[in-house]
């Protein structure tokens, strides 16, 4: 077993030519898509490094192998597919929840396959997850600094982006639509409703913002309303006077708006209705909340605390 990126990328493109080789009808078809799917996914976290896919146990021997440093009489065992696609939601901003549930829909599907008497695939037919599946690869495989053209070849490459495209356009149109309902809705409403709903979102706004929470502006009100999204990359720390500062940046997925009602999930969702701009989330502590009332002055006990959470000082001297 190998959990180098290049075996792993190499092996997902041989299962995704063997299914590109048989008819979209056939069953196997969305099988050898899932396995591919699976194998993209597990190449993309080695891309950060093959360290990740090794199943954690207490005395180390798979990291141990993963580092080649472990006994060639230990047997690898690697992290389960959820585990991977947790990662690859944590590791790769464009990879959203969305994206995350679209690839477990497909990939328990082949563990339905091949563990069942049931014909996994019979009932789930290509038109409810190929959109899904291009999306998924595509983001996954550019993640790696490649393309869909690498990892399927031209002609499929050029027959996903145009799914992508097609599929896109839907969801702006249907987007479009549901936030022109809420407008009308909302503005047939008596003035002083309007006013008074108006006030009411823009305290809550408020309010929230406090609880990790980005003040937006309703596309279909205007209102105040919010966004909330996930967390990625590394953690930002700030040393001011009295206070450390963490910052960390947020992809937003999720919208609401108080005032109409109008809610929206999912990054492309956001993206349609323009209020899907990443931002960051800061969070304010005292030197002692933030270093569990270590007495920020022992040197000596700083710089350990720092060099086991991956913060580093540096002297003045």
């Known amino acids: 077993m190998s959990w180098d990126r290049e075996s792993l990328w190499a092996k997902s493109r041989l299962y995704f030519e063997r299914a590109f080789d048989i008819d979209k009808e056939d069953d196997t078809f969305g099988l050898w898509c899932a396995m591919g799917l699976e194998l993209l996914a597990r190449s993309s976290v080695a891309k950060f490094s093959p360290t990740l896919l090794a199943e954690p146990d207490k005395d180390h021997k798979y990291l141990l192998i993963a580092l080649d440093l472990g006994s060639a009489k230990v047997s690898r065992r690697s992290i389960a597919t959820n585990q991977v696609l947790s990662l690859c939601k944590t590791l790769i901003p464009d990879f959203t929840e969305n994206e995350v549930k679209l690839a477990s829909a497909l990939t328990g599907r082949r563990n339905e396959e091949l563990h069942s008497g049931s014909a996994a695939f019979q009932e789930y037919s290509t038109q409810q997850w190929i959109a899904g599946f291009y999306k998924c690869c595509k983001i996954l495989a550019e993640s790696q600094e490649e393309s869909l053209t690498s990892l399927f070849g031209d002609e499929e490459a050029k027959i996903a982006e145009g799914v992508i495209e097609d599929v896109a356009e839907e969801v702006k149109s249907k987007i479009q639509n549901t936030i022109a309902a809420y407008r009308k809705v909302f503005n047939e409403k008596e003035e002083a409703e309007r006013e008074a709903l ?107 605390y720092a060099e086991d959470h991956g913060y580093y000082f540096f002297s003045n001297d």
């Open 198 to 304: 108006k006030e009411k979102a823009a305290k809550q706004g408020e309010v929230l913002s406090h609880q990790k929470h980005h003040r937006v502006n309703c596309p279909a009100c205007n209102c105040v309303a919010t966004v909330q999204g996930d967390t990625y990359g590394r953690e930002q720390v700030e040393h001011r006077d009295n206070e450390i500062v963490v910052r960390q940046s947020v992809i937003p997925t999720r919208f609401l708006c108080s005032a109409c009602g109008l809610k929206l999930s999912g990054y492309g969702e956001l993206s349609f209705a323009n209020v899907a701009d990443h931002f960051t989330h800061r969070t304010h502590y005292t030197p002692e909340e933030f270093y569990d009332l270590v007495d920020p002055h022992d040197a000596e006990i700083m710089q350990s």
